[in-house]
């Protein structure tokens, strides 16, 4: 299970520098999850509606966004995704459609300035993608609108992230 990607994303860059602008795609935005704080809560209750059991699991943790950039001010945004590292696999065929996952992401440490960087975030969805290591399996990946200035040369961009999923439990 790999724990981060970076696959291609609709991302673009602007930078400038003395009276410059230009603008480049950017098409991997790496994604680091930080080791050592990634709780994990998971309970099994009955359904307020049908009393049938469900299984709530919620997971949190922190990833390092790194962007690198030219000299000169630089404005990135786009969709950033991650695998949540922890995540249980999810059997596609217990998946239904009453099964959610939704979460919550934001900026650590920003306060919403810090070493010249600013981060915005747009947008959040948690979803159950195919494992790419297991057939059949499901697991759970955040995807981010991230929007960020930097006036350094290179930055990275620390993100809190809580995911809840509800599936049947079997």
Known sequence: MVA??????????TD???GEVAARWVKRIPVTPVPGFSPQIDVV??????GAPIR???YRGLVDVSVDT??????TQGPVQWWVPDSLPYR?????????????????GLTPIVAEVRALIDTVAASFEDDPGGE???RLVVTVGL???????SFTVRLGYEVTAVVPHH
């Open 4 to 13: 981060a990607f970076t696959a291609v994303q609709k991302s673009s860059t």
């Open 16 to 18: 400038g520098g003395a």
């Open 45 to 50: 209750v009955a359904s307020p509606e049908t």
């Open 56 to 58: 709530l699991t919620t």
């Open 70 to 75: 030219n000299k000169g001010p630089t404005l």
């Open 92 to 108: 596609r065929e217990d998946l239904t459609p009453g099964s959610a996952a939704a979460c919550t992401v934001a900026p650590v």
């Open 136 to 138: 059949g399996v499901a």
């Open 147 to 153: 929007q960020t200035t930097n006036l350094l040369e």
